[in-house]
T-cell receptor, first 113, second 116 residues
Framework: QKEVEQNSGPLSVPEGAIASLNCTYSDRGSQSFFWYRQYSGKSPELIMFIYSNGDKEDGRFTAQLNKASQYVSLLIRDSQPSDSATYLCAVVGSNFGNEKLTFGTGTRLTIIP | DVKVTQSSRYLVKRTGEKVFLECVQDMDHENMFWYRQDPGLGLRLIYFSYDVKMKEKGDIPEGYSVSREKKERFSLILESASTNQTSMYLC???????????????FGPGTRLTVL
């Protein structure tokens, strides 16, 4: 079992709809969870982080964390063509300090105009 | 703004060559990381460093070494490049936090290395 799993997609969503991206992780002791966006040919950029159970909202983005079920999700409301990118889930595990991130393989999202 | 720079955007080397990839960050971050990114495999950690002259192996250290002589600079070395090391290499840095509440990694632009 991979440490961090994501559906690779591609996930196609109509413009204006809600895009839902999911991520599961295997280390029950994981503390912090991150969503990065990566445009083609570019490096990842952080869009959300969450460390408490529940929802965290930032503009059109909502991160949801359920530690008991070991999943974290990202919702993008009112999807725009500029949201088309690969979304990487990353987790800070419990095995070394607080610095090491483990990444999922990413979900490719396409917003259809 | 945090800035992480990498010495080359594109690099072409031959099998057996020694390759140096340089990374510099300007925010006085303690921690620096080297990843490679391959289609279908995602970002995989090669090495990281949490202090000058300190290094830790990541998930795929074989065939690589690193050097951190100064806090702002972290170098990745391919002692004898092989074709299976053709990849996108990404450097990142982050501060150290006593609690793992926020651990944002800032990435450089990446170096696309091709080994012929």
């Amino acid at each position: 079992q991979k440490e961090v799993e994501q559906n690779s997609g591609p996930l196609s969503v109509p413009e204006g709809a809600i895009a839902s991206l999911n991520c599961t992780y295997s280390d029950r002791g994981s503390q912090s969870f991150f969503w990065y966006r990566q445009y083609s040919g570019k490096s990842p950029e952080l869009i959300m982080f969450i460390y408490s159970n529940g929802d965290k909202e930032d503009g059109r983005f909502t991160a949801q964390l359920n530690k008991a079920s070991q999943y974290v999700s990202l919702l993008i409301r009112d999807s725009q063509p500029s949201d088309s990118a690969t979304y990487l889930c990353a987790v800070v595990g419990s095995n070394f300090g607080n610095e090491k991130l483990t990444f999922g393989t990413g979900t490719r999202l396409t917003i259809i105009p | 703004d945090v800035k992480v720079t990498q010495s080359s955007r594109y690099l072409v080397k031959r099998t057996g060559e020694k390759v140096f990839l340089e990374c510099v960050q300007d925010m006085d971050h303690e921690n620096m990381f080297w990843y490679r990114q391959d289609p279908g495999l995602g970002l995989r950690l090669i090495y990281f460093s949490y202090d000058v002259k300190m290094k830790e192996k990541g998930d795929i250290p074989e065939g690589y070494s690193v050097s951190r002589e100064k806090k702002e600079r972290f170098s990745l070395i391919l002692e004898s490049a092989s074709t299976n090391q053709t990849s996108m290499y990404l450097c990142a840095s982050t501060e150290t936090h006593s609690l793992s509440e926020r651990n944002e990694q800032f990435f450089g632009p990446g170096t696309r290395l091709t080994v012929l």
